[in-house]
């Protein structure tokens, strides 16, 4: 997974960057997380628990998107993909490739270690 934050200086935002098969990160991190130290804080704590064994899983839902962590992997998803979604005929799929994204656990704690240190930093 690669991935590059930059700030956005005129409207005052951090906008993320994400490989293909991953923007749906990006995205949960620019919409949901922000620039929520405290809230990085507490990630990193359910994550250290997972890792220690001492929680299963944990999910941290948002407006638009959500956040799922088991011991093994991160899974972020758009809520609409969550709800029921009406059958299709055989040809048809839903186009999700920006709405799902997957990263083992080390990997997304590693992605947030850099976006805390972005924030941070003042970068």
Sequence with gaps: MEFEFKRDVLYKTI????SMGHEAMGTW???ELTSDLAGIA????QIQLLQQ???EQFELLG???SLFLNQDEAKVIANVLL????ELP????????E?????????FEQMLRSYERFIREGC
């Design 15 to 18: 906008r993320c960057q994400f």
């Design 29 to 31: 991190l620019e919409q």
């Design 42 to 45: 507490r990630l990193f704590e």
């Design 53 to 55: 064994q001492q929680l």
């Design 63 to 65: 407006s638009e998107f």
């Design 83 to 86: 709800s029921e979604q009406g």
């Design 90 to 97: 055989e040809d048809l799929h839903y186009y999700d490739e």
């Design 99 to 107: 709405s799902i994204a997957l990263a083992g656990l080390e990997d």
